[in-house]
């Protein structure tokens, strides 16, 4: 049963890797405008948004592959959650400061700001 539950993990995975690709790389090239079923105009005035979708759908492939190695035997030593949160946490600054980057600069402000924040006292935790 195991095998089973890793291949749709791993299908799963699969499919957030295509929306990354179409939100990210091809939004407004034809094969992401038809996907969503977008105008020319409508894919160039919503590039960046999609960019940031695709970048959590992005971050859902990195997290559903970690637990797929994790529950199949994986490396020596399975993750803490203290590696957990690391990962999770750089996620939403990576997120964060794209967002500023592309969208808006109040985004590293409501999201990548309080997510270092966390961080920081996780690691004093340790």
């Keep these: 049963m195991s095998v089973i539950a890793t291949v749709f993990v791993l299908l799963v995975a699969g499919l957030h890797f295509y929306f990354m690709l179409l939100e990210m790389v091809f939004w407004t090239k034809p094969l992401g405008r038809k996907a969503f079923g977008m105008s020319i105009e409508k894919a160039e005035s919503t590039k960046s948004l999609a960019a940031n979708q695709g970048l959590y ?13 994790a529950a199949s035997g994986g490396p020596p030593t399975a993750p803490s959650g203290f590696a957990i949160e ?14 500023a980057v592309t969208v ?15 961080l920081l006292f996780v690691f004093l935790a340790r």
């Design 104 to 118: 808006s600069r109040k985004i590293l402000f409501v999201q990548a700001i309080p997510a270092a924040i966390a």
């Design 86 to 99: 690391l990962f999770f946490l750089g996620c939403v600054i990576v997120a964060g400061v794209f967002g």
């Design 57 to 69: 759908n992005g971050f859902l492939v990195v997290g559903l592959l970690w637990g797929a190695i």
